[in-house]
């Protein structure tokens, strides 16, 4: 019997000293209390009209946990040189947002037991000039400790665009410019189409005297798959998006870019990637490029002498791009607008495909094709449902 007492008294004694040791190993691993900016908030898109007064709630900060009793943080906006920084890291050309076209408080409090806040800020009258705007905000103190490695927000607004688009005629349009040897590209195009039936149906690509190895042949539709899927010809092989990553809808929008970063040629539908193979290497030989007469409606046209990045891709999606970009080799909206790249002045011009880039590759011929509006009213961007 004193065995048994003896037993259960060294099991306690045990499970007390374990317990005690997992209750103090848990405390020294406790996470530390802090106020931060969470990841969607780092660097937040949102679209807007011109004109634009509203309040955003979209923009948070953090804490690390739960606290009984209130939390307050200090904000004010990083300026001028944070957004330097941050257009230098990421490739982006945002304007700040002038102080006469928001308001932005400069105390966000937590309620007890409260983790995320939203930070309170207000656009007022707000008026685009052509380029993005953004503002950078930062935490700036608190009565908690501020988490310095995530203590930035950035908020990027866009104008809502209200566009014609382009509408073939039913044969392709081109131009034999550009001309020369590129280590790297990148081809995008937005289209719609109303149905999916037919193979083979082109989107857009590349003319060479290089053969197959230079070839830039992008399509709906193929012998390998069906004329909902989407492929790209180059380097005398191809690739065949999956109909799980993309199985066109009739009367649909799609943003398709196609990157070749020198070794991989990548597929991106919508601003995510869906493709991802090794082809071929080396310098691609182009002597022009055509956009397909199957398209039905075309728009935003743009071709880099560089690989986009993923997170430069998703940045432009369904929006228009900076025609001042230095990469840019040729840049067509395709809105039946006309832009003098020496005044920066847009004027209304259905007679060519316009290329707003600095090189300035018109396209006068329009073979039948015309420019067009969404039945009755223009289309609008981003979609709704976006």
């Known amino acids: 019997m004193k065995q048994l007492v003896y037993a259960l008294l060294a099991v306690a004694t045990l499970a007390s000293c374990q317990n005690e040791l997992f209750k103090n190993d848990a405390t020294k691993f406790e996470t530390e209390q802090g106020v931060y900016v969470p990841k969607e908030s780092s660097s937040y898109q949102l679209f807007v009209a011109d004109g634009a007064n509203q309040e955003v709630s979209e ?4 804490l690390a946990k739960p606290q009984g009793g209130q939390v307050s943080a200090q904000l004010r906006s990083g300026g001028q040189a944070a957004l330097d920084r941050y257009n230098k890291a990421n490739g982006t050309n945002y304007q700040l947002l002038p102080e006469s076209m928001y308001e932005l408080a400069s105390n966000v409090t937590f309620e007890s037991n409260h983790t995320v806040a939203s930070i309170p800020l207000k656009i007022k009258d707000l008026q685009f000039k052509g ?72 989107i857009l690509g590349s ?30 092989s191809q690739i065949d998006i999956p109909a799980s990553k993309l199985s ?33 290497d080396g310098e ?18 743009r071709i880099y002498k560089t690989a986009r990045t993923a997170d430069q ?19 067509y909206p395709l809105n039946g607008k006309k832009r003098d790249f020496k005044t920066g002045k847009v004027t209304e011009d259905e007679t ?8 300035e590759y018109h396209i006068t011929n329009l073979n039948g094709s015309s420019f067009v509006g969404d039945g009755g009213k223009l289309f609008r961007f981003p979609l709704e449902n976006k």
């Open 207 to 236: 003319e060479t005297s290089g053969g197959v190895r230079d070839e830039i042949y992008t399509r709906f539709g193929d012998v390998t798959i069906t004329p909902k899927q989407l492929q790209i010809k180059t380097g005398g």
């Open 313 to 331: 891709i998703a940045a432009s999606t369904w929006k228009m791009v900076d025609p001042t970009d230095p990469n840019l080799l040729v840049y």
């Open 59 to 62: 923009l948070k900060i953090a």
């Open 248 to 280: 066109a809808k009739d009367n649909e929008w799609y943003m398709l870019s196609f990157v070749y970063d020198g070794t991989n040629t990548l597929v991106y539908v919508n601003g995510q990637e869906v493709a991802k193979t090794q082809i071929r």
């Open 131 to 202: 380029d993005a705007y953004a503002l950078p905000i930062e935490i700036v103190g608190s009565d908690s400790k501020v988490i310095d490695a995530q203590k930035d927000a950035l908020l990027v607004l866009n104008q809502i665009i209200y566009t014609k688009a382009w509408k073939s005629g039913g044969s392709q349009i081109g131009t034999q410019w550009p001309s020369g040897k590129y280590g790297a590209w990148t081809f995008e195009a937005m289209v719609r189409r109303s149905s999916y039936t037919s193979n083979n149906r082109s």
């Open 352 to 359: 060519g495909a316009w290329d707003w880039s600095k090189n």
């Open 284 to 301: 691609y030989e182009i002597h022009g490029i055509w956009i397909g007469g199957a398209n039905e409606l075309v728009r935003e046209v």
